[in-house]
């Protein structure tokens, strides 16, 4: 290539560093296209697979990925198949459309991480080249894709290169990405391209013309002259060389798609023979062929807009309906006839308002920013009409379907305004008010406009003053200011009306509220009253409210109620994607991840808490993803990624910083941000922030249940610093506060608090005993984790009089510390043991301990396989990635012993005869 040798050497050097991602990105012609076919020249013994977006098919789902790989994946054999996530890539590849099954738009990421398992399984045996075209033009769930690929590349021989226009989506910034940006030709290089044939004086004028960029000097060269008009006038005066025949199969080629077949751009042209016409445009290069038969594409993209944009409106209209009816007898779907429909249908048009909503509700789950578009072109034609609902459904509808495409899709603002729209349609009187302004006041909330939100919910429960929605709604919002005796009464105030599964969901809240208040006694029958109330409830009412199943698993966290507060939150995400809800599913993420830490289960914990991230990502609620980037942080401190950690606290932190009052937790950011400073050595910074963020030594800003924590960090941290009377006052406010609430966690941390301090004043005996103490109510709590932290204060202790005895105990947390992932402890643990003269084999091989030594996720791993289930069919039951579940069988062959399925299966069937 012609000037580019400095970026093919970059493109030679990121396939010296696989995996890798490359984005080459410049303006239309400048040589991106090129580029890519030099890479895929240069990869002589890899897999190279190549696709393209197409500028007027941006709305069809994964279409580069798509086309880069479904051929491909349609020749796998079922072994090769085997373990991927077929649910998921079904709903990607048409290949695989058998196996797909409905998602949530909320959980696309997991349509991501299968594809990115493919990518791996592709690259098994050989390098994989994933060449992907014109991704400017791409539709958002491509876009997506790609941006998880930058952030989680495939773990494999594998480079994926996608070239496309500035400006470059904000995601490309994240991640490893290898960055190349086409310039200009320089003068010398341009006339190398031109070559010698033209007249000096033609030679200088298309040098001028075209700017140094590549395809404007070939288009210029071939027209041979330079024109005033420049690039556009040069195509036009190519059209003007065909015939009629050939130039309006061209044109319908424009309409028909990109690429296209000849039949397909005849229907559009109204054409009845292709064949010629397609031999002369074939002849004056403005097609050629394509490696599908009978498939042909345009020399550039910017032929083809040329061409579209030359055609009389009139006539494209014409041809777009051609087309559309052509599809249509060929059985085509709606996301497919949409495009040509938008165009050619007019307003009223019953028949294509519904077939463009049926195109958004296809869409949804896997791009509803597509959706929203499909359901905006449906309003365009009711035209403020009220429709047969039989044929197309009212405008309130599709002002519904547009509001929750746009709310998943992360458009909050857009959400919020096709919302309000709807409510002007609506009568104030009607129950289907009251339920419009309750998810009004919800995207609000999530907006930071809490203000709007109040006052909204407050005017609606003026007119409707017995509704059970609107109390409950507004006992909810109470939380964003923690002013939990507002939320207990207006909670209670809902738990009586008609509506039995609104007062399921009040007597939940009821139990959150109170739990997080430190009320125990009150909290525990709350609690039992909403479990027996949903008990009571059948699929169809529970589903409606949702929210009672994550209220009661946050009020069990705080209760210490662990094993209950993960089924309830595993309860609601299962009925969310058998109802296709995802408003809640990052609230239900999150549910269990304390829960699974305090339980020693880190690895689960982290891998929970990244779903939830990537779904926060996906739904662009700010506060749902400060709040899951919080809890991911610690996940990653925990496993002792103290880099990555504070990437993503700094972004909790930062987030919260902007969205305003968050529900419940909106001190956490800055003090598990503190948590990584003081990791970091900064102890001064680390205990001014997080005295910020909690409101003080007083923690007024956090909920009383959780201020045992806080103290127990504000402990660490004035002992670390050295300040023994700081640690007194605090350690004292930790044992006053922890008969309070009654809370078992605050026990255990108000008695290894103590004895951190005995052991820092010097009084080793005392602090052992105290340590004792604390992994004794720990262990009957079932909080594993804080029972390994009390342990590793009794291995110290221990080590001032009795050496072995400290080694014994540090040992067996350092052991449960590892297998449970929090490597943060572990390595205090081994730091302990060096010093105490132990050697410490990290690498250690454990002897086959039986179904008894596996966790609690391998255990349910092992139960399953047992049942005959896949593993993609054990990550759907289990709520995990395919490659997480292989994971845990790994563990899984170690701990007992054997080598395949059937050895787990067997020794499942004899532990259970």
Same mark, same amino acid.
């Given at each position: 290539?012609?000037?580019?040798?400095?970026?093919?050497?970059?493109?030679?050097?990121?396939?010296?560093?696989?995996?890798?991602?490359?984005?080459?990105?410049?303006?239309?012609?400048?040589?991106?296209?090129?580029?890519?076919?030099?890479?895929?020249?240069?990869?002589?013994?890899?897999?190279?697979?190549?696709?393209?977006?197409?500028?007027?098919?941006?709305?069809?789902?994964?279409?580069?990925?798509?086309?880069?790989?479904?051929?491909?994946?349609?020749?796998?054999?079922?072994?090769?198949?085997?373990?991927?996530?077929?649910?998921?890539?079904?709903?990607?590849?048409?290949?695989?459309?058998?196996?797909?099954?409905?998602?949530?738009?909320?959980?696309?990421?997991?349509?991501?991480?299968?594809?990115?398992?493919?990518?791996?399984?592709?690259?098994?045996?050989?390098?994989?080249?994933?060449?992907?075209?014109?991704?400017?033009?791409?539709?958002?769930?491509?876009?997506?894709?790609?941006?998880?690929?930058?952030?989680?590349?495939?773990?494999?021989?594998?480079?994926?290169?996608?070239?496309?226009?500035?400006?470059?989506?904000?995601?490309?910034?994240?991640?490893?990405?290898?960055?190349?940006?086409?310039?200009?030709?320089?003068?010398?290089?341009?006339?190398?391209?031109?070559?010698?044939?033209?007249?000096?004086?033609?030679?200088?004028?298309?040098?001028?013309?075209?700017?140094?960029?590549?395809?404007?000097?070939?288009?210029?060269?071939?027209?041979?002259?330079?024109?005033?008009?420049?690039?556009?006038?040069?195509?036009?005066?190519?059209?003007?060389?065909?015939?009629?025949?050939?130039?309006?199969?061209?044109?319908?080629?424009?309409?028909?798609?990109?690429?296209?077949?000849?039949?397909?751009?005849?229907?559009?042209?109204?054409?009845?023979?292709?064949?010629?016409?397609?031999?002369?445009?074939?002849?004056?290069?403005?097609?050629?062929?394509?490696?599908?038969?009978?498939?042909?594409?345009?020399?550039?993209?910017?032929?083809?807009?040329?061409?579209?944009?030359?055609?009389?409106?009139?006539?494209?209209?014409?041809?777009?309906?051609?087309?559309?009816?052509?599809?249509?007898?060929?059985?085509?779907?709606?996301?497919?006839?949409?495009?040509?429909?938008?165009?050619?249908?007019?307003?009223?048009?019953?028949?294509?308002?519904?077939?463009?909503?049926?195109?958004?509700?296809?869409?949804?789950?896997?791009?509803?920013?597509?959706?929203?578009?499909?359901?905006?072109?449906?309003?365009?034609?009711?035209?403020?009409?009220?429709?047969?609902?039989?044929?197309?459904?009212?405008?309130?509808?599709?002002?519904?379907?547009?509001?929750?495409?746009?709310?998943?899709?992360?458009?909050?603002?857009?959400?919020?305004?096709?919302?309000?729209?709807?409510?002007?349609?609506?009568?104030?009187?009607?129950?289907?008010?009251?339920?419009?302004?309750?998810?009004?006041?919800?995207?609000?909330?999530?907006?930071?406009?809490?203000?709007?939100?109040?006052?909204?919910?407050?005017?609606?429960?003026?007119?409707?003053?017995?509704?059970?929605?609107?109390?409950?709604?507004?006992?909810?919002?109470?939380?964003?200011?923690?002013?939990?005796?507002?939320?207990?009464?207006?909670?209670?105030?809902?738990?009586?009306?008609?509506?039995?599964?609104?007062?399921?969901?009040?007597?939940?809240?009821?139990?959150?509220?109170?739990?997080?208040?430190?009320?125990?006694?009150?909290?525990?029958?709350?609690?039992?009253?909403?479990?027996?109330?949903?008990?009571?409830?059948?699929?169809?009412?529970?589903?409606?409210?949702?929210?009672?199943?994550?209220?009661?698993?946050?009020?069990?966290?705080?209760?210490?109620?662990?094993?209950?507060?993960?089924?309830?939150?595993?309860?609601?995400?299962?009925?969310?994607?058998?109802?296709?809800?995802?408003?809640?599913?990052?609230?239900?993420?999150?549910?269990?991840?304390?829960?699974?830490?305090?339980?020693?289960?880190?690895?689960?914990?982290?891998?929970?808490?990244?779903?939830?991230?990537?779904?926060?990502?996906?739904?662009?609620?700010?506060?749902?993803?400060?709040?899951?980037?919080?809890?991911?942080?610690?996940?990653?401190?925990?496993?002792?990624?103290?880099?990555?950690?504070?990437?993503?606290?700094?972004?909790?932190?930062?987030?919260?910083?902007?969205?305003?009052?968050?529900?419940?937790?909106?001190?956490?950011?800055?003090?598990?941000?503190?948590?990584?400073?003081?990791?970091?050595?900064?102890?001064?910074?680390?205990?001014?922030?997080?005295?910020?963020?909690?409101?003080?030594?007083?923690?007024?800003?956090?909920?009383?249940?959780?201020?045992?924590?806080?103290?127990?960090?504000?402990?660490?941290?004035?002992?670390?610093?050295?300040?023994?009377?700081?640690?007194?006052?605090?350690?004292?406010?930790?044992?006053?506060?922890?008969?309070?609430?009654?809370?078992?966690?605050?026990?255990?941390?108000?008695? %290894?608090?103590?004895? #951190?301090? !005995?052991?820092?004043?010097?009084? =080793?005996?005392? +602090? $052992? /005993?105290? *340590? @004792?103490?604390?992994?004794?109510?720990?262990?009957?709590?079932?909080?594993?984790?804080?029972?390994?932290?009390?342990?590793?204060?009794?291995?110290?202790?221990?080590?001032?009089?009795?050496?072995?005895?400290?080694?014994?105990?540090?040992?067996?947390?350092?052991?449960?510390?590892?297998?449970?992932?929090?490597?943060?402890?572990?390595?205090?643990?081994?730091?302990?043991?060096?010093?105490?003269?132990?050697?410490?084999?990290?690498?250690?091989?454990?002897?086959?301990?039986?179904?008894?030594?596996?966790?609690?996720?391998?255990?349910?791993?092992?139960?399953?396989?047992?049942?005959?289930?896949?593993?993609?069919?054990?990550?759907?039951?289990?709520?995990?990635?395919?490659?997480?579940?292989?994971?845990?069988? %790994?563990?899984?062959? #170690?701990? !007992?012993?054997?080598?395949?399925? =059937?050895?787990? +299966? $067997? /020794?499942? *069937? @004899?532990?259970?005869?």
């Amino acid at each position: 290539m012609i000037g580019r040798a400095r970026e093919l050497a970059r493109l030679d050097e990121a396939l010296t560093r696989l995996p890798a991602v490359v984005a080459i990105t410049g303006e239309p012609g400048i040589g991106k296209s090129r580029l890519l076919a030099a890479l895929r020249e240069r990869v002589a013994g890899a897999l190279v697979l190549s696709g393209r977006a197409a500028e007027f098919e941006r709305e069809v789902p994964y279409g580069p990925f798509v086309d880069a790989l479904d051929a491909h994946v349609a020749t796998l054999s079922d072994t090769q198949l085997r373990g991927l996530d077929l649910a998921q890539l079904g709903g990607i590849f048409p290949s695989l459309a058998d196996n797909a099954t409905p998602t949530l738009a909320v959980e696309r990421y997991r349509a991501h991480r299968a594809l990115i398992e493919l990518l791996g399984r592709l690259a098994a045996t050989r390098p994989l080249v994933l060449t992907l075209d014109d991704m400017h033009d791409a539709d958002p769930a491509s876009i997506e894709l790609l941006l998880a690929l930058i952030r989680r590349p495939p773990s494999a021989q594998v480079l994926v290169a996608a070239a496309l226009r500035p400006p470059a989506p904000d995601g490309f910034r994240d991640g490893e990405l290898v960055r190349i940006d086409l310039g200009p030709l320089d003068p010398d290089e341009a006339l190398q391209l031109i070559g010698s044939e033209l007249p000096t004086a033609r030679r200088d004028a298309v040098l001028r013309e075209s700017g140094g960029n590549p395809f404007y000097i070939e288009q210029l060269a071939r027209a041979g002259v330079a024109l005033p008009g420049g690039v556009a006038e040069a195509i036009a005066g190519e059209l003007r060389a065909l015939d009629l025949p050939a130039r309006r199969l061209l044109e319908g080629a424009a309409v028909a798609g990109d690429p296209f077949e000849p039949e397909l751009a005849a229907a559009a042209a109204d054409l009845a023979d292709p064949l010629e016409p397609l031999d002369a445009l074939l002849a004056a290069g403005l097609i050629r062929a394509t490696d599908v038969p009978r498939q042909f594409t345009f020399r550039h993209p910017l032929v083809r807009r040329a061409v579209y944009e030359g055609a009389p409106g009139g006539w494209r209209l014409a041809a777009h309906a051609r087309v559309a009816r052509t599809l249509a007898s060929r059985g085509a779907p709606p996301t497919i006839l949409a495009h040509h429909v938008e165009f050619s249908a007019q307003p009223g048009d019953a028949q294509a308002v519904a077939l463009l909503r049926a195109a958004g509700d296809m869409v949804r789950p896997r791009t509803p920013a597509s959706a929203a578009r499909w359901y905006e072109a449906a309003l365009r034609l009711v035209a403020g009409a009220e429709l047969d609902p039989a044929v197309g459904g009212t405008r309130r509808a599709i002002l519904g379907d547009l509001a929750r495409a746009e709310a998943a899709a992360g458009h909050l603002e857009r959400s919020r305004r096709a919302v309000l729209e709807a409510l002007v349609l609506v009568d104030p009187a009607s129950p289907e008010y009251v339920r419009l302004v309750t998810e009004c006041a919800a995207v609000e909330h999530w907006l930071g406009r809490h203000e709007d939100a109040r006052r909204r919910l407050h005017a609606a429960l003026d007119q409707h003053g017995d509704s059970q929605a609107l109390k409950l709604e507004l006992a909810f919002d109470a939380l964003y200011g923690l002013d939990l005796a507002t939320s207990a009464e207006r909670a209670r105030a809902a738990l009586d009306g008609p509506d039995r599964g609104a007062s399921a969901s009040a007597a939940a809240l009821l139990a959150l509220v109170l739990a997080a208040d430190g009320q125990r006694s009150a909290a525990e029958d709350a609690a039992r009253a909403a479990t027996t109330t949903l008990a009571g409830l059948d699929e169809r009412t529970l589903a409606a409210q949702l929210q009672s199943l994550w209220y009661l698993a946050w009020a069990e966290t705080f209760l210490d109620h662990y094993d209950a507060s993960l089924e309830h939150s595993r309860r609601g995400l299962e009925l969310s994607r058998a109802t296709g809800q995802d408003w809640l599913v990052v609230p239900l993420l999150l549910a269990p991840v304390f829960a699974l830490e305090m339980q020693g289960r880190l690895t689960e914990a982290r891998e929970t808490a990244t779903a939830a991230v990537e779904a926060a990502r996906l739904a662009g609620n700010p506060h749902h993803l400060a709040w899951a980037l919080w809890e991911y942080g610690l996940t990653l401190w925990y496993g002792g990624d103290i880099p990555g950690s504070r990437v993503a606290l700094e972004e909790s932190h930062a987030l919260a910083d902007e969205t305003g009052r968050n529900v419940l937790w909106e001190s956490e950011p800055g003090w598990a941000f503190a948590t990584v400073l003081a990791e970091e050595g900064d102890l001064v910074a680390s205990r001014a922030t997080q005295l910020r963020w909690c409101g003080g030594f007083d923690l007024d800003l956090v909920v009383p249940a959780e201020r045992s924590i806080g103290w127990d960090i504000f402990t660490d941290t004035a002992l670390a610093l050295g300040d023994l009377d700081e640690a007194e006052r605090t350690v004292e406010r930790l044992e006053a506060h922890a008969p309070q609430v009654g809370r078992p966690l605050a026990a255990v941390l108000a008695r %290894r608090a103590r004895g #951190a301090l !005995l052991l820092a004043r010097g009084d =080793a005996s005392a +602090a $052992a /005993a105290t *340590a @004792r103490e604390a992994m004794e109510i720990a262990a009957g709590a079932g909080l594993k984790l804080e029972s390994c932290r009390a342990q590793l204060l009794l291995g110290s202790a221990l080590a001032v009089s009795d050496r072995p005895a400290a080694v014994r105990e540090l040992r067996a947390a350092e052991e449960a510390l590892d297998a449970g992932g929090a490597h943060i402890l572990r390595d205090r643990a081994r730091r302990e043991l060096r010093r105490l003269g132990h050697r410490v084999d990290t690498a250690r091989r454990r002897d086959p301990a039986g179904l008894e030594g596996l966790s609690a996720r391998e255990a349910e791993v092992v139960a399953l396989v047992a049942a005959g289930h896949s593993n993609p069919a054990i990550a759907a039951e289990l709520f995990l990635s395919v490659k997480t579940v292989e994971t845990h069988l %790994r563990n899984v062959f #170690a701990k !007992l012993g054997v080598a395949s399925r =059937a050895e787990v +299966a $067997a /020794a499942y *069937a @004899r532990s259970n005869g």
